[in-house]
Structures are given as structure tokens and as C-alpha cells.
Nanobody, 115 residues
């Protein structure tokens, strides 16, 4: 089993920044890829960014150049640095981990971009 706990969400003005954190615990050695997803009201959950154990990253086009995903393996924590935030970035952001035993989700953290 893998447990994921997100933190760092909140209310920010357009153009501002936030950093999300996802702390992993449990059978973390089995994880081979992690990612951040988001879901806005009325929309499907979408992949925002992903990172493999080897450090390979990928981003949805709408956040390229603004968001950066990273991992600190020593702290078993994944981050999402979000800059130049836009109102359309407003959503609940979820941490996801894929392991040999299946996929795991965090509880989500709300990000609201509004003036």
C-alpha cells in the first residue's frame, strides 16, 4: 500500500505562484511513476504533469513553461511549482502514484486563482 498526502493549495491572485507537495509513505519502493492531476467542476480529471523514477517529465500543453514537477527521493516527496497562475488553473489537484501493485491517489488540495 502507498499513502499520499497533498498540501500547499490555497487562494492566489492571477499571476501568482503556489507550490504543491505530495508526501508518500508505505511501499514506496514499488512506485515507478508519479504525477499531478487536476479536476475542475464539471470537467474530467486531467493529467497536469508526470515524473518517472529516472526523472523524465511531461506536461500538459496548457502548463508548459509555467509549472515544474520535481521529486525529492530522500524526503519521499513530489512537488509541483506553479507560476504565472491563471483563473483556468482553478481546480482540485490530486497526487497520483503508479506502482507494481496498482495506482494510488491522494485526497486532493484545492487551488483557486482569483482576484
Amino acid at each position: 500500500q502507498v499513502q499520499l498526502v497533498e498540501s500547499g493549495g490555497g487562494l492566489v491572485q492571477p499571476g501568482g505562484s503556489l507550490r504543491l507537495s505530495c508526501a508518500a509513505s508505505g511501499t514506496i519502493r514499488s512506485i515507478f511513476v508519479m504525477g499531478w492531476y487536476r479536476q475542475a467542476p464539471g470537467n474530467q480529471r486531467e493529467l497536469v504533469a508526470g515524473i518517472t523514477n529516472g526523472g523524465t517529465t511531461n506536461y500538459v500543453d496548457s502548463v508548459k513553461g509555467r509549472f515544474t514537477i520535481s521529486r525529492d527521493n530522500a524526503k519521499n516527496t513530489m512537488y509541483l511549482q506553479m507560476n504565472s497562475l491563471k483563473p483556468e488553473d482553478t481546480a482540485v489537484y490530486y497526487c497520483n502514484a503508479q506502482s507494481l501493485r496498482g495506482g494510488y491517489w491522494g485526497q486532493g488540495t484545492q487551488v483557486t486563482v482569483s482576484s
